[in-house]
T-cell receptor
Framework: EAGVAQSPRYKIIEKRQSVAFWCNPI?????LYWYQQILGQGPKLLIQ????????DSQLPKDRFSAERLKGVDSTLKIQPAKLEDSAVYLC????????????FGPGTRLTVL | RKEVEQDPGPFNVPEGATVAFNCTYS??????FFWYRQDCRKEPKLLMS???SGNEDGRFTAQLNRASQYISLLIRDSKLSDSATYLC?????????????FGSGTKLNVKP
């Protein structure tokens, strides 16, 4: 079974620029998560989709971050404009609907904001 | 107070040692509990789920204490390959929705 795919793997931008990340979850996984992991910390949930609907975006900085999951499959996460403190690894994960167990993570996108 | 708290370590142990990590969580109604392993510059991967009755997988044993709201992970006969960061994860979602909170991780260094 193919894993969670993410691109790009690395991105370097200057502050105030925009950036977008893409995620393709495991086929058949209805739930998709975007996490932000700052160096030395655990992943923090930004947004969670169930199919193409948002079920939790309480920790998403909505003034600059946005995400969508059209057709309930692929997802994109955008930051506009980026700040220095957005430097982090952005992890996408997916899990089966109703399964409270395993999340499968993609390799992440490492973002550096200069 | 953070939802999930862990000692960041590092724990520096020799090969063959037994090491234990604890993790505390804030929400007494939490549904499910997990330990994930994260290697340097890699994504987290599930190590094991934590059940109320405790569970064991080879050299790894996980325990849950709901009354005291903590989870533990015991690693016996440590191997060099066990060197990683161990993340405690708690599902505080309700009904059919998951809401996972991660601890900051405990770093383990196993030395020859």
């Amino acid at each position: 079974e193919a894993g969670v795919a993410q691109s790009p793997r690395y991105k370097i931008i200057e502050k105030r620029q925009s950036v977008a990340f893409w995620c393709n979850p495991i086929s058949g996984h209805a739930t998709l998560y975007w996490y932000q992991q700052i160096l030395g910390q655990g992943p923090k949930l930004l947004i969670q989709f169930q199919n193409n609907g948002v079920v939790d975006d309480s920790q998403l900085p909505k003034d600059r971050f946005s995400a969508e999951r059209l057709k309930g499959v692929d997802s994109t996460l955008k930051i506009q404009p980026a700040k220095l403190e957005d430097s982090a690894v952005y992890l996408c994960a997916s899990s089966r609907l109703g399964d409270s167990n395993e999340q499968f993570f993609g390799p992440g996108t490492r973002l550096t904001v200069l | 107070r953070k939802e999930v708290e862990q000692d960041p370590g590092p724990f520096n142990v020799p090969e063959g040692a037994t090491v234990a990590f604890n993790c505390t969580y804030s929400n007494s109604a939490s549904q499910s509990f997990f330990w994930y392993r994260q290697d340097c510059r890699k994504e987290p991967k599930l190590l094991m789920s934590v059940y109320s009755s405790g569970n064991e997988d080879g050299r790894f044993t996980a325990q849950l204490n709901r009354a005291s709201q903590y989870i533990s992970l015991l690693i016996r006969d440590s191997k060099l390959s066990d060197s990683a960061t161990y993340l405690c994860v708690v599902n505080m979602g309700k009904y059919n929705f998951n809401k996972f909170y991660f601890g900051s991780g405990t770093k383990l260094n196993v030395k020859p």
